[in-house]
């Protein structure tokens, strides 16, 4: 533990080191971390970087949401109109806030043109870059919280390919997380806060304070299921600031108090701007979680040792024993973080650079957030994840704890650092550099190595003969067939123009989607066609291609007589007008 006598000695260098170094060297480190980030990004996502245009990974439900949204906010941007009512669901009213509405990558509008094939290039470009972020952005906030690079490199490699990570490839806003770090980071470095030494205000910078609350900003802009629980972190931190400010106020420069001021009011009114829509999605249509859907999401215990099959490393071991047990949507609950960064962080608890009390606090939040993390699975939740559920404004509207293992990761992550430091620093004193780093690698090479990835990937089809002429004229336009995850396909065909589909996949469903879905199983018929009228569908179209082995395949040949149905075919579609 440093005395404050002690304090000074250590300080004192540092200034005039950092002002002799030119500003090249000092980018040199954060670049190199940069293009490691980006190859490591384009080795694993190989299959998409040599097809940018026309392949994803994982599936065709989230993957085309997430490449529409991004289409529509290239839309917005050169042609304006309600950002928040997309063309979707008939046009409901604010639409485009039943999920996350990605905002923060508006910049990736401005890269290529309308159409399916450019909303593909933009979300696979966007996906690289969230990947790349995640890795720099865990390599930062150790580094600036006392490690060596050695401990940088297993904290970039675990906040950007954690095992349960590989889970989630399918959700673009889950895997962007870089944002969190690089905030830390910023905040840290503004304020002169590292894990070893603590807050010094000597050390502080008001213009990385200001970076760090707007990097914070920007990253609620990307959604809520990260968001909410980043957001109640920083208010946590903002009152341990402002406590800590207080005691040392004779220390803190007016600039340090003026650029926290500043940064944190850019964040609450963004986080307010943005909070705003989807207020008005809860009046509007009364979107609710429930404690049966809590409880069906919540990972059990035997989850926190699953991996994914997606992990080359772990598939077919122990660690994808339970893989399949844990249906429905297994991979929200597939949230092992890893056995190099687990044992790297039980050393850390016992042997570590950073103080007794620093390494009790992150033992603390690993168990907290692991314990949240499991959601009512934990005792039922009733003393812990349901008291957040309950009580804290927004949180009932979080239904996949297992999420959280984000921050069980970070604190682990934080652990494992302190060890690999120490032993770096003790080996540092008795042999060469290039031993050092040759040995002390290995813990960054251990966690890349469990996080090798064997992703599955799907190629969107093609838009039929004639459907682009088809979605000319007057909606909403129903296609089959319509449910949770084919409706991802007409939405992404429908970025060359976006006519008003009354199909729609997102985070929550309105009456109007739910009451059709249900009636065009039967179609044609009366019934259907009563559903059609009511919420003004003027035309169905059937992919022919999507429909088979389906139940809407019967859709091809029931007859019309006597329904008010003009029919149509050609070779890859069926168009029903409403007469």
């Known amino acids: 533990m440093i005395t404050e006598t002690a304090v000074p000695r250590l300080a004192a260098p540092q200034r005039p080191a950092r002002q002799g170094v030119s500003r090249a060297t000092r980018w040199r480190e954060p670049a190199l971390v940069g293009i490691t980030g980006l190859l490591v990004t384009l080795g694993f996502y190989w299959r998409i970087v040599i097809d940018l245009r026309s392949t994803v990974l994982f599936d065709l439900g989230d993957p085309l949401l997430q490449a529409w949204e991004l289409a529509w906010q290239r839309h917005f941007l050169f042609n304006g109109g309600d950002f ?177 001021g500043v940064g944190a009011a850019a964040f609450l009114t963004v986080t307010l701007l943005m909070t705003l829509p989807y207020l008005r999605v809860v009046e509007l249509y009364q979107f609710k979680r429930t404690l049966g859907e809590l409880q069906t999401y919540s990972p059990p215990p035997q989850g926190l040792i699953t991996t994914s099959h997606f992990s080359w490393l ?46 009790l606090v992150l033992a603390s939040g690993v168990v907290v ?26 949180w009932d509207a979080l239904r996949t704890p297992g999420r959280l293992i984000l921050w069980t990761t970070l604190f682990l992550l934080l652990l494992a650092a302190g060890a690999v430091t120490k032993m770096a620093q003790s080996l540092a004193r008795k042999h060469k550099q290039r031993f050092v780093a040759l040995i002390m690698i290995l813990p960054a090479v251990g966690a890349l190595a469990e996080a090798v990835p064997v992703f599955p990937y799907a190629h ?57 879905t249900a009636a065009t199983k039967a179609f044609p018929s009366s019934r259907s066609v009563e559903a059609l009228e009511k919420h003004n569908v003027r035309k169905v179209i059937v992919v022919k291609s999507l429909v088979q ?26 168009v029903f007008t409403l007469r």
Request: glycine share 10%; hydrophobic share 50%; net charge positive.
């Open 84 to 260: 928040w009512t997309g063309n979707i669901f008939g046009g409901t009213e604010n639409n485009f806030a039943f999920t996350d509405s990605l905002l923060g990558y508006l910049p990736f509008s401005l890269i290529g043109g309308s159409g399916p094939a450019d909303a593909i290039l933009r979300y696979n470009l966007a996906f690289i870059f969230a990947a790349t972020l995640a890795f720099v952005g865990g390599y930062m906030l150790v580094r600036q919280l006392g490690g060596t690079w050695h401990a940088a490199a297993l904290g970039a490699v675990v906040f950007a390919w954690a095992p349960w990570r590989l889970a989630h490839v399918h959700h673009l806003n889950l895997l962007s997380t870089g944002g969190i770090a690089l905030a830390l980071f910023a905040l840290a470095r503004g304020h002169g806060f590292s894990l070893r030494h603590g807050f010094r205000p000597e050390l502080a910078r008001p213009g990385w304070a200001v970076a760090g609350w707007l990097i914070a900003a920007w990253q609620v802009t990307i959604g809520f299921a990260t968001g909410l629980p980043f957001i109640y972190v920083l208010g946590v931190i903002g009152v341990a600031l402002l406590v800590v400010m207080l005691r040392k106020r004779k220390q803190i420069s007016r600039r340090l108090w003026i650029a926290d």
């Open 314 to 359: 772990w598939s077919d071991t122990g660690f994808t024993a339970w893989t399949w047990d844990m249906e429905p949507a297994p991979w929200e609950k597939w949230i092992f973080p890893g056995l190099v960064l687990l044992v790297f962080a039980a050393i850390g608890l016992a042997s570590s650079a950073w103080p007794r009390k620093v390494r």
């Open 549 to 574: 082995k389906t139940p809407y395949a019967r859709s091809l040949i029931r007859p019309v007589d006597g329904l008010p149905l003009t029919k149509t075919e050609t070779r890859d579609i069926v």
């Open 460 to 516: 969107p089809p093609a838009m039929p003969e004639g459907l682009q002429q088809e979605f000319e004229g007057p909606g909403p336009i129903v296609v089959l067939p319509m449910d949770l995850t084919g409706d991802s396909i007409p939405m992404l065909w429908s970025t060359k123009d976006f006519p008003i589909l009354a199909n729609g996949n997102t985070g929550n469903y309105p009456k109007n989607w739910t009451e059709l």
């Open 369 to 394: 957030s692991a314990i949240l993390a499991l959601g009512t699975s934990f005792f039922h939740g009733t003393f812990t994840y349901l008291l957040l559920w309950k009580f804290l404004p927004g």
